[in-house]
């Protein structure tokens, strides 16, 4: 028996234009979580840009967001694991990315701070105009991101950098940074969270206080931030549009998310 479906959101559960889930996919959980199913939402985003996603399926139990740095009980509000990096071990690295062609995000309690001079770097041409709009309104400008983490726990920071040498180039120095867990799901970002955190953990961790094993667990993704997780879950799901990487950690592949890929996996076996 299927117990828990962890899903990831962009290019997975969300429509082509990161915003809507299809009639079908709510279908679909909505008969999964009736007859017993847990439904998870596991993203890259932080819990101030979940957007409508909650109101879209109300179904949704739990909330890992931050790549897995941290997860929320709906429908309590309680943080029922976290696992952050402090802000001196971020200073350096947040110096560094300063310098850098490159637009960030740090993710603190659940809000995204951006420095607005460095929004020329966002996005690119690779996400929907009006998905950037919403994404953007949703996000909190302040002057310097070093200050405004100071003393504070940080959950995720993200790194979008449209110039590939350029992304090259802070892909290797993360790379060899100590201490830290590098991820991407889209060819412009880099995420960086504590070594240790991802998905797949959040999700183990998530499991066993609930007392479910991974032979009761569904997951689907599409990216390099999802392959723990697809690792882990029996019943793990690549869409059709996902990477190679992400293809090669799940044990089976649906439809596209352009295609109902969710709702055909989970009618598939449940």
């Known amino acids: 028996m299927i117990k828990m479906i962890a899903l990831d959101l962009d290019g997975t559960l969300m429509y082509t234009d990161h915003m809507t889930v299809t009639e079908n996919n709510r279908?679909?959980?909505?008969?999964?979580?009736?007859?017993?199913?847990?439904?998870?939402?596991?993203?890259?985003?932080?819990?101030?840009?979940?957007?409508?996603?909650?109101?879209?399926?109300?179904?949704?139990?739990?909330?890992?967001?931050?790549n897995g740095a941290g997860v929320q009980d709906r429908r309590t509000g309680e943080i029922i694991y976290k696992n952050f990096m402090s802000y001196d071990f971020c200073r350096d690295i947040l110096e560094r990315l300063d310098s850098l062609p490159a637009f960030i995000e740090v993710y603190i309690d659940g809000v995204d701070y951006v420095q607005p001079d460095k929004s020329k770097y966002f996005g690119g041409d690779i996400l929907p105009k009006e998905f950037i709009e919403r994404l953007t309104e949703q996000m909190t400008p302040v002057d310097s991101l070093l200050e405004t983490a100071r003393g504070r726990e940080i959950e995720k920071i993200t790194i979008y950098i449209p110039d590939k040498d350029e992304f090259n180039k802070a892909w290797n120095m993360l790379k060899a940074t100590h201490g830290i867990q590098l991820a991407s799901s889209l060819p412009i970002s880099m995420e960086i969270t504590k070594a240790g955190v991802n998905k797949g953990a959040a999700l183990d961790g998530m499991c066993k206080a609930l007392g479910i094993t991974a032979d009761e667990c569904m997951a689907f993704g599409d990216a390099g931030n999802d392959c723990e997780m697809l690792e882990y879950a029996k019943y793990s799901f690549a869409m059709a549009n996902g990477t190679q990487e992400c293809k090669q950690s799940a044990k089976y592949e649906t439809k596209s998310n352009a295609e109902d890929g969710v709702a055909h996996g989970i009618m598939r076996y449940l």
């Not at 279908?27 to 879209?56: M, P, Y």
């Open 27 to 66: 279908k679909a959980l909505r008969h999964a979580h009736e007859h017993g199913a847990k439904i998870a939402i596991s993203t890259g985003r932080t819990l101030a840009i979940i957007g409508d996603v909650c109101e879209q399926v109300p179904e949704i139990d739990y909330i890992m967001y931050s």
